[in-house]
């Protein structure tokens, strides 16, 4: 059995300051060709894969924000193969090493979900949909964790989720913030108001919009990566799905570790009864 490879310093503090962390390599590569073909099983069934390469010259190119795919109606997120990734001993070493450990709760997020998006712009150009999946809790503590790992390469351009890098240290001030509450706190600072506006100053994938909040410096980051790359996110920060304007589909898996123990608080914060 392969080692479980250990989160460096660097990664560590990295994660502390911007609240994302890529860490290459750290699924295991049969496991990632197993959930592979178990996808493209599924796409060969539509016609968009055959032959051990993508067919996509009869289908009408989407423009977006439209993807192309619905995964879970195309290619369903009950795949084992899928689920076992998110299983690995380093996934979960890793995720346990940046949260300070589990359980995790299974109710609200049971299993990963696919990301598949078509070819859908060109140029790429940066979304505006920007939004956060949790509440800032009153105590303080990070809602968890998202991973987002990949079973196709995804370069630049290529649709990978784009993420505000250090936006998690915002709005960390001792009281609850519902999701919308959050974002329009956020628009009231030149920065976001510019990003959700799709005014930020940008020349391409390349060259993203950076900034800075109180003590917080800012960064746009795109995910980007090899088949078994991941990143792991703090889920306070603010993301927001991004179009492909490469010649390829994005093929992604995303899943969200939330420890049970801050349960009750996040159902607070929410307004859950």
Known sequence: MPQTPQLSDAQLAQFQSQGVVKIDGLLCPQGVADARHAVLRRLEALGLWGDG????????????????L????????????????????????????????????????????????????QPWT??????????????GNSPGLQLF???????????????????????NCGRHFKVKEINAALRAQPFFHQLFEGHSNLAGPTELPAGRVDDAPLKVVELTGQPGDVWLM????????????SETPRLMITHRFIQTALMGEIGEAFGWS
């Not at 390469?53 to 192309?68: I, M, N, S």
């Not at 703090?234 to 304007?245: E, I, Q, S, T, Y």
């Open 149 to 171: 790992a990949f079973l196709e390469c995804t370069e630049p351009g290529g649709g990978g989720t784009v993420v505000v890098a250090g936006s998690h240290r915002l709005l």
């Open 53 to 68: 390469k993508w067919r996509l010259d009869h289908v009408e190119r989407p423009r977006w924000p439209a993807t192309g």
């Open 126 to 139: 940066l979304p505006t949909g920007w939004d956060v999946d949790a509440p800032r809790l009153a105590s």
């Open 234 to 245: 703090d889920l306070r920060v603010l993301h927001a799905a991004a179009p492909n304007g």
């Open 70 to 121: 619905k995964p879970a109606r195309d290619i369903g997120h009950r795949h084992p193969e899928v689920e076992a990734l998110i299983d690995e001993p380093a996934v979960r070493a890793a995720v346990e090493r940046l949260s300070g450990g589990g359980p995790f709760d299974h109710k609200v997020y049971p299993r990963p979900q696919i990301l598949a998006s078509l070819p859908n712009a």
